[in-house]
């Protein structure tokens, strides 16, 4: 477990220096690319998002000439007390299972990262079961959060300290060479925290944004509305700060990546949001220090239904849509060949004066 | 230039040989795939499209452990007599350039291949200018097409004779080795008769189907309209004969990407579809030979706005939204790294027993 001697002034501290770090991005860098773009041969943003996305590369390292150096998916594990209402489809051993099945390289989030030419870092931020050996669980902050049908779902100070392991991970991955780094989750029951700060900040109903996550039924996922109901109506989160958001209706794993996007932003490195729960990471982070939106890159589009309202809550728009539901960063992961080939586009195409093409009709 | 000594009864002859190739997939091969993919840790079918593609690929491939060895894009340039009207932003020699461009490695769809570990083959079918060496041109069937305003763009001998090109670049490639295809484009107009195929079969109002193409005005778009209404009273395309319609209303690019779909299908090859111009020759294809639709594999989502009817008619769905509007096989290009993902998410992830994963409750 994670040494909790630090006291909670400690904490807000070392979080408030953490989001003063953070600043816009780099204007200069960006009109830079944007004219040699524009002097390539191809209709001028005929390339579409592959331009947005290297001109915010650019903005983001603060450099005409941004470049990946080497890759990871920070993922983030954590249960949830709030399967005990009978949330989820799978049972809560799952989530200590996956995570020896991470570190053993078998899921789907080990393979693609492994076809993108990238690592996962593995964190367990507030798994429920033992972990062997215990070093795993030297960053755990809980475990696993309380019963949010019934009342907060963390401490304040649970939730700083979450907050603080995700930023921890993140500062390791990049002072390692990481400079393109991806969010993804681990958590039995998660959809239900990241669908009650969907539906608390998008005020849509209910139903429009809780979906069913691994695969619950009918009947499971009327029972999961009802919940997030129930725990919104219990905690009363305070819209105007996004803390006691995060500690009331949240999950431990959700606040480390918040955390982790806080650090990225900070530290001047680009950030892929994985699905649903990342993107409710990422809707945190964003409240928390509006400036950290910039260095964020969406990724897929889930099928888990509240995501497109938790993805225009940020004003992003997804790159890929493979009618994906798994969550663990695979959507991300997906995305890193595309960010790649980005910065390709803008290093090796032919400009029209070199390949002597002509220009549009006046 | 093409020898053309062949008589139509010869070309229509080994045109039809080339239909009575193609067979349904092989459903053994997929049943044993998808009861693999049940068996991996991961809700079913959580990771959506990556599943249901590599099951086409064994499908196709014929067999319950698909590989990709080595992967191409096929692109055909071809020019288009209906620049005469005034439908396109580029001047008409562009075509010719950028197919310098694409030999030289400069252009968007080398950087795209490169970054994909494929290769790009790039055939003159039809542009409308002289190529040096004349080896270039060795496949070239005509001058471009002719004005489909004023009557049709091709001969059904020249329709035919480009279908084979195709046919005949795609069987050159397998024999090389490759074993994922791709289809691309480049012909300055070549957006018209692709959106008058699209309107011709969706039965849409034209205004519907018919964008902005390099990037035309408003004044420019409703001539393109105007232009395309003309091109269907003109020509009457009979709606039973996808050859009579190609040969009316295509062009000699689209016909030779319709030819290499074909192929693929015949050699059991799967192929990705690009953009709208290639979404229009496999629309011809799927007309010819319905078969040939399960060897498809869709790409990216264009911003022209007739791609998505386009893309209804053969039922695909696109991978990957990225406001691209380029052509050459740059949306196709993209997913190579998608469709080499979904074998080994098949080949490298562990099962629940493996792992030691509880499964779903009951």
Known sequence: ????????????????????????LDEGAMTSIQEHLDSLTKPQ???GQLEII????????????????????????????VVAEGVSAFPQEVTPQMVYNFLNGGAAINVLTRHAGAEVVCTDVGVAFPLEPAELMRRRVANGTRNMAKGPAMTTAEALQALLVGAEVAREAIAGGVNLLATGDM???????????????SKLPISDV?????????????LKQAVIK????????????????????????IAAI?????????????????GFISTAGAIIAAKLCPLSNAYMIPSHDSVEIGHRAALQLLGLEPMINLNMRLGEGTGAALCFHLVEASIRILEEMATFTDAGVSEKNK
């Open 258 to 274: 918040a955390g982790a996007i806080l650090e990225a932003a900070a530290k001047h490195v680009p950030i892929i949001i994985d």
């Open 45 to 47: 943003n005929s390339l």
């Open 187 to 201: 958590g039995i029951g998660n959809t239900t925290p990241s669908s009650a700060i969907v539906a608390f900040y």
């Open 230 to 253: 129930k725990a919104l109506e219990v905690n009363k989160p305070d819209p105007e700060d996004a803390l006691d958001v995060l500690a009331k209706i949240g999950g431990l794993e």
């Open 210 to 222: 809780v979906g069913r996550g691994t695969g619950i039924n009918d009947a499971g996922l009327t």
């Open 1 to 24: 477990m994670l040494n909790s001697s630090k006291t909670l002034i400690d904490l807000q501290n070392e979080f408030q220096q953490l989001l003063s770090g953070i600043t816009a």
């Open 54 to 81: 290297v001109k915010q590369l650019g903005g983001i390292q603060q450099s005409a000439h941004p470049k990946i150096n080497k890759k990871a998916v920070l993922l983030m594990a954590g249960d949830h007390g």
